[in-house]
């Protein structure tokens, strides 16, 4: 027999009762005996928070290249980035994934494409910090074999063999993908540093395992102009030459994207993470969601690499993403408080295939947060107070029922112990 849980006292939905992993009452419930409560006192219960484009590792790397664009910032980077560690990036993955829990992410997509010395182990360390959290985590096996030497942007260095990728792709789908608390997905990092080979292998790998794919895109106007003097097209047409315009895609960005090719975003369902605060920090642009979202893309929420987004938190994502949508169309209806929450909940799921995922509604799994809400009980509509009023850690976070974060601090892991260990490593980067 199951223990129901009950989630009691929210100012807004009201409870929500807990059997077996799903939602299975919301609104005013009777008890019963034997529940367990969990008291929300007056606070705001949402669907878990889900962020659909991170790279854990870059907590080692925090405030670096604060006043340049993407280009310079990835140059002055990765020579640092090729001398991390696995156990780098295990502690790197840990803080970061906590983080991301305090701020309400029941989900998290890591695109990780440094591979130490060809160890990819490494992947097996972030799945492992995964679980130590208890989010559920989609593991991108990110990828460049294009080097300096063969025209892209990163070093010789940090760069694989292609055969070496897509070998190791497969072995990490065997040994980690599980479709539900891990799942794998190819991810070829950007136009500038894959081959046209690697990202034609990679899509036929995928599809033919049944995963997703995912890459950056048009994330800026230097990668425009390096697409144009390579290839002769736009971003898009590059990806879509290689068979990467379709409904099991999400690209990372999407900033540069014209009038037509937004619709041809949307009419092949690829999906979009939107990284507001990233994206403004390298001053990238302002990505066109409200287009996207009118012409049918899934849009969600990405907090990027806390090297481009010094907070690494996913709920400060959504008043960023309201704001940005209301300055570039010049409409203060552009994006609404709900809206950015469902850009942050079910949009993501959408992005990610998860569509059972970021609702908050009876038969859903139960990735729930709990948002401490005094500050804000004055505020009429308790959305509009959590998107727009003062940032906040959850009170509570459950994944699939299980607790993550109770009454304010982590179930699984010792976060100070862990930033801990994280700036001493970080440290010895600087030198």
Same mark, same amino acid.
């Given at each position: 027999?199951?223990?129901?849980?009950v989630?009691?006292?929210?100012?807004?939905?009201?409870d929500?009762?807990?059997?077996?992993?799903?939602?299975?009452?919301?609104?005013?419930?009777?008890?019963?005996?034997?529940?367990?409560?969990?008291?929300?006192?007056?606070?705001?219960?949402?669907?878990?928070?889900?962020?659909?484009?991170? +790279?854990?590792y /870059?907590?080692?790397?925090?405030?670096?290249?604060?006043?340049?664009?993407?280009?310079?910032?990835l /140059?002055?980077l990765?020579?640092?980035?090729?001398?991390?560690?696995?156990?780098?990036?295990?502690?790197?993955?840990?803080? #970061?994934?906590?983080?991301?829990?305090?701020?309400?992410?029941?989900?998290?997509?890591?695109?990780h494409?440094?591979?130490?010395?060809?160890?990819?182990?490494?992947?097996?360390?972030?799945?492992?910090?995964?679980r130590?959290? @208890?989010v559920r985590?989609h *593991?991108?096996?990110?990828?460049?074999?294009? @080097? /300096?030497?063969?025209?892209?942007?990163?070093?010789?260095d940090?760069?694989?063999?292609?055969?070496?990728?897509?070998a190791s792709?497969?072995?990490?789908?065997?040994?980690? +993908?599980?479709?539900?608390?891990?799942?794998?997905?190819?991810?070829?990092?950007? !136009?500038?540093?894959?081959?046209? %080979?690697?990202m034609?292998?990679?899509?036929?790998?995928?599809?033919?395992?049944?995963?997703?794919?995912?890459?950056?895109?048009a994330?800026? &106007?230097?990668?425009?102009?390096?697409?144009?003097?390579?290839?002769?097209?736009?971003?898009l047409?590059?990806?879509? %030459? *290689?068979?990467?315009?379709?409904?099991? &895609?999400w690209?990372?960005?999407?900033?540069h994207?014209?009038?037509?090719e937004?619709?041809?975003?949307?009419?092949?369902g690829?999906?979009?993470?939107?990284? !507001?605060?990233s994206?403004?920090?390298?001053?990238?642009?302002?990505? $066109?969601?409200?287009?996207?979202?009118?012409? #049918?893309?899934?849009?969600?929420?990405?907090?990027?690499?806390?090297?481009?987004?010094? @907070?690494?938190?996913?709920? !400060?994502?959504?008043? /960023?993403? *309201?704001?940005?949508?209301?300055?570039?169309?010049?409409?203060p209806?552009? *994006?609404? $408080?709900?809206?950015?929450?469902?850009?942050a909940?079910?949009?993501?799921?959408?992005?990610?295939?998860?569509?059972d995922?970021?609702?908050?509604?009876?038969?859903?799994?139960?990735?729930?947060? &709990?948002?401490?809400?005094?500050d804000?009980?004055d505020?009429?509509?308790?959305?509009?107070?959590?998107?727009?009023? $003062?940032?906040?850690?959850?009170?509570?976070?459950?994944?699939?029922?299980?607790?993550v974060?109770?009454?304010?601090?982590l179930?699984?892991?010792?976060l100070?112990?862990?930033?801990?260990?994280?700036?001493?490593?970080?440290?010895?980067?600087?030198?």
């Amino acid at each position: 027999m199951t223990i129901r849980k009950v989630l009691r006292g929210a100012r807004c939905p009201g409870d929500v009762a807990v059997e077996g992993g799903v939602i299975t009452e919301i609104g005013a419930i009777a008890p019963r005996s034997g529940d367990e409560v969990i008291a929300c006192d007056g606070g705001i219960v949402t669907a878990g928070l889900i962020n659909t484009h991170h +790279h854990l590792y /870059q907590w080692l790397t925090r405030g670096r290249a604060t006043s340049c664009d993407l280009f310079t910032w990835l /140059q002055e980077l990765y020579p640092v980035w090729a001398r991390i560690s696995v156990e780098d990036v295990a502690v790197a993955a840990t803080v #970061g994934l906590a983080e991301l829990a305090l701020s309400g992410a029941t989900t998290v997509a890591d695109h990780h494409y440094i591979v130490p010395r060809g160890d990819d182990s490494v992947f097996d360390a972030i799945a492992s910090a995964g679980r130590s959290v @208890g989010v559920r985590l989609h *593991l991108s096996r990110g990828s460049m074999d294009l @080097g /300096q030497s063969a025209g892209g942007l990163p070093p010789d260095d940090v760069v694989e063999r292609t055969d070496t990728i897509l070998a190791s792709t497969e072995s990490v789908v065997a040994r980690l +993908h599980d479709g539900d608390r891990v799942t794998v997905v190819v991810a070829p990092c950007s !136009p500038f540093s894959v081959s046209a %080979e690697l990202m034609r292998e990679s899509a036929a790998l995928a599809r033919r395992l049944g995963l997703r794919l995912h890459t950056h895109l048009a994330e800026t &106007v230097a990668e425009e102009r390096d697409c144009l003097a390579r290839f002769g097209k736009r971003p898009l047409d590059v990806v879509d %030459e *290689l068979g990467w315009l379709h409904g099991d &895609v999400w690209y990372a960005h999407a900033v540069h994207l014209d009038a037509s090719e937004v619709l041809r975003v949307g009419a092949a369902g690829a999906g979009v993470a939107h990284c !507001p605060s990233s994206n403004a920090r390298l001053a990238s642009g302002l990505c $066109p969601v409200r287009d996207l979202l009118d012409a #049918g893309a899934p849009v969600g929420l990405g907090v990027d690499g806390v090297a481009s987004n010094e @907070g690494g938190d996913l709920l !400060p994502e959504l008043k /960023q993403a *309201l704001f940005f949508a209301r300055l570039r169309s010049g409409q203060p209806d552009a *994006l609404t $408080p709900s809206e950015a929450l469902e850009l942050a909940t079910s949009g993501g799921a959408r992005c990610l295939g998860r569509p059972d995922l970021g609702r908050l509604e009876v038969g859903a799994p139960a990735d729930i947060a &709990v948002w401490p809400a005094d500050d804000i009980a004055d505020i009429a509509d308790p959305i509009a107070g959590l998107v727009l009023g $003062p940032s906040r850690q959850v009170l509570h976070l459950l994944v699939g029922g299980d607790a993550v974060v109770t009454d304010g601090s982590l179930v699984g892991v010792d976060l100070r112990a862990a930033h801990g260990e994280l700036a001493r490593r970080a440290r010895s980067l600087w030198a």
